[in-house]
């Protein structure tokens, strides 16, 4: 048990540790990836849970459902559904949204056809939550104009309590400020990065270094010369 806290400071210690800063994911970044990656459409949830949760932390999340990767396509109703106790730069605390999430290049016809079939799912009843649309594969130029339009069309007894889009753009600026995310996004993207490497990515790329794989007992072994403690690598 004393080993433990030992090998997670190496982890730690190997993938903090650079002097470069970490490279930088663009909204093109986001767009192209969307476009020519066939797991990008089950990994979007996760990049936006994998921010959420950065963000507030586990005991500030009240419900967080976004499901990823193959129960994309298994789970029926809507993409996810958020709730928090602290606000976000998109999410505010103790509100209720429901997500829907798009990655093809109709994600405009996406939007509008989501918003139009779970707002006739309401049949008229009010609900206390907010609608999101999430696309890494749109920049949303006039989106308070076409939010207001939609509003107007689908939704005007104000069914919902709001509508939000979260478009590249938005992805963007939160994988500015979460070091860890954009580590994760960059490998899944297959983009070579300097900088921060997250530590579950640099854990196993370490492993498989060397023709013979390696294991923690590597790490955790002592020095049969001495008896000093273990020294971080």
């Keep these: 048990?004393?080993?433990?806290?030992?090998?997670?400071?190496?982890?730690?210690?190997?993938?903090?540790?650079?002097?470069?800063?970490?490279?930088?994911?663009?909204?093109?970044?986001?767009?192209?990836?969307?476009?020519?990656?066939?797991?990008?459409?089950?990994?979007?949830?996760?990049?936006?849970?994998?921010l959420i949760t950065n963000s507030v932390g586990m005991d500030n999340i009240e419900c967080l459902e976004l499901?990823?990767?193959?129960?994309?396509?298994?789970?029926?109703?809507?993409?996810?559904?958020?709730?928090?106790?602290?606000?976000?730069?998109?999410?505010?605390?103790?509100?209720?949204?429901?997500?829907?999430?798009?990655?093809?290049?109709?994600?405009?016809?996406?939007?509008?056809e989501d918003f139009k079939k779970r707002t006739d799912n309401l049949k008229g009843e009010k609900f206390d939550g907010i609608f999101v649309f999430v696309s890494a594969a749109w920049q949303c130029s006039n989106r308070i104009e076409m939010i207001e339009q939609l509003k107007n069309e689908i939704d005007p007894n104000h069914l919902w309590d709001d509508v939000i889009i979260i478009d590249a753009d938005d992805l963007e600026s939160l994988l500015d400020n979460d070091y860890a995310t954009t580590a994760w996004l960059l490998n899944?993207?297959?983009?070579?990065?300097?900088?921060?490497?997250?530590?579950?990515?640099?854990?196993?790329?370490?492993?498989?270094?060397?023709?013979?794989?390696?294991?923690?007992?590597?790490?955790?072994?002592?020095n049969d010369f001495n008896d000093t403690p273990n020294k971080i690598i």
């Excluded at 070579?192 to 013979?212: E, K, M, V, Y």
Aim: glycine content about 6%; aromatic content about 10%.
């Design 1 to 50: 048990c004393n080993q433990v806290p030992f090998l997670l400071s190496f982890i730690l210690h190997n993938s903090l540790n650079r002097e470069d800063s970490l490279t930088k994911i663009s909204a093109a970044d986001l767009k192209y990836w969307s476009q020519t990656s066939e797991t990008s459409s089950g990994e979007l949830p996760e990049l936006l849970r994998r």
């Design 67 to 112: 499901p990823s990767g193959r129960s994309v396509s298994i789970k029926k109703g809507f993409d996810g559904t958020v709730r928090l106790r602290k606000n976000t730069p998109i999410f505010k605390a103790d509100a209720t949204y429901k997500i829907e999430c798009g990655q093809n290049n109709d994600t405009k016809d996406k939007f509008k």
């Design 188 to 222: 899944k993207m297959g983009k070579p990065h300097t900088g921060f490497d997250g530590s579950d990515f640099f854990w196993d790329n370490w492993l498989a270094s060397t023709r013979i794989p390696l294991d923690e007992s590597i790490i955790l072994a002592r």
